[in-house]
C-alpha cells in the first residue's frame, strides 16, 4: 500500500462509550472487509483510547475520529504508539498499519467564538476565529515532536509508519470568516485535510498551495494563553464539541440507516 488510497468506515455511534463493544466491531469490520486499504474509525473518547491501543496491537489501521483538544490527542498518539509496541513484541509486521488522527477544526472556533461574545469585551471579541486554526497548529507541533524522537525512531527501524493528522470539519460556519481559512491555514508535510464539495470548489477558485502548518506556532501559544486570559479551558470546549460529535453521529447515523431502509423497499422485487 502507498501513503494514499485509503477508505474510512465507523462503527455505530452507539459504541462511542462501549469499549468492548467497539474493539469487537473493528475486528468485525477487518474481517468481513479484509482490504489492505480500510481504516475503521474509532472515536476519540475516554472509552474509545484503549479500543485504539488494542487494535494497533493487534495490527489494525484505525482512523482516529472526533478529537477536539490538544489533551485527548496526546492521548491517541499514546495508544498508538503503545500499540505499535505491542504488535511488534508479538512479531508483527508495523509497515502493515496505518492510522489517521481526525482533529476537528471549525467547531472549535464555533465553540470558542460563542464564550467570547459572551464576555463582550473589546478584548474577548478580538479573539474570534483564532481558536481553531492556533490549536490545530499545535497539535501538528505535538504530532512533530512524538514522532522524531527515540522511541519512534526504534518503531520507526521496524517498518512503523506516522500516524498523520487529518484536519476534519473544515468548513467555514461563520461567513464573516474565510471560506478557506481552515484550508489555506493548515498545509504541510504528513497532514491530510477533508473538505465538503463547497470548499473544494472556493479552495480551486481562490486558495493558496503553500507550508503555513508552522507559520506563527508561537503565536499559536499565545492565542491559547489569551484565552485562558478569560478563563475558557480549552479542554473543557474538547468535551463539550466531543459530547456533541457523538450525539451528531448518532443522528447522521439514524439518517443514513432511514434512508437505506426507505431505499430498499423501493428496489424491484425479485
Do not use: C
Not at 484503549?50 to 482512523?63: D, F, H, K, L
Not at 473589546?122 to 524522537?149: I, P
Not at 466531543?242 to 443522528?251: S, T
Amino acid at each position: 500500500m502507498g501513503t494514499d488510497g485509503f477508505a474510512s468506515i465507523e462503527v455505530a455511534p452507539e459504541l462511542a462509550r462501549d469499549t468492548d463493544g467497539t474493539i469487537a466491531a473493528v475486528r468485525h469490520l477487518h474481517q468481513r472487509i479484509d482490504q489492505p486499504n480500510l481504516l475503521v474509525k474509532i472515536p476519540a473518547t475516554p472509552e474509545g483510547i484503549p479500543a485504539i491501543q488494542a487494535m494497533t496491537a493487534e495490527g489494525r489501521s484505525v482512523n482516529i475520529t472526533l478529537i477536539f483538544s490538544l489533551f485527548r490527542y496526546s492521548q491517541v498518539i499514546e495508544a498508538y504508539l503503545s500499540g505499535l509496541e505491542t504488535f511488534a513484541a508479538a512479531g508483527g509486521n508495523l509497515a502493515t498499519v496505518r492510522s489517521v488522527a481526525s482533529f476537528f477544526v471549525s467547531r472549535v472556533d464555533t465553540e470558542v467564538d460563542r464564550r467570547l461574545e459572551a464576555i463582550g469585551t473589546a478584548e474577548a471579541l478580538a479573539l474570534r476565529g483564532r481558536a481553531a486554526v492556533a490549536q490545530a497548529r499545535l497539535a501538528y507541533k505535538l504530532f512533530r515532536e512524538k514522532f522524531a524522537n527515540d522511541r519512534w525512531a526504534d518503531l520507526e527501524v521496524l517498518g512503523a509508519h506516522v500516524q498523520r493528522p487529518l484536519w476534519a470539519s473544515t468548513s467555514t460556519k461563520n461567513p464573516a470568516y474565510s471560506d478557506t481559512l481552515y484550508v489555506d491555514s493548515l498545509i504541510g508535510p504528513e497532514t491530510v485535510n477533508t473538505l465538503p464539495e463547497a470548499t473544494i470548489a472556493s479552495f480551486e477558485d481562490h486558495g493558496v498551495v503553500a507550508r503555513t502548518i508552522d507559520i506563527g506556532v508561537h503565536d499559536a501559544g499565545d492565542v491559547m494563553d489569551r484565552r485562558a486570559a478569560f478563563s475558557i479551558d480549552m479542554n473543557d470546549v474538547g468535551h463539550i464539541l466531543e459530547d456533541q460529535g457523538v450525539a451528531g453521529f448518532h443522528e447522521s447515523f439514524a439518517d443514513l440507516l432511514d434512508t437505506l431502509t426507505t431505499k430498499s423497499f423501493q428496489l424491484p422485487r425479485r
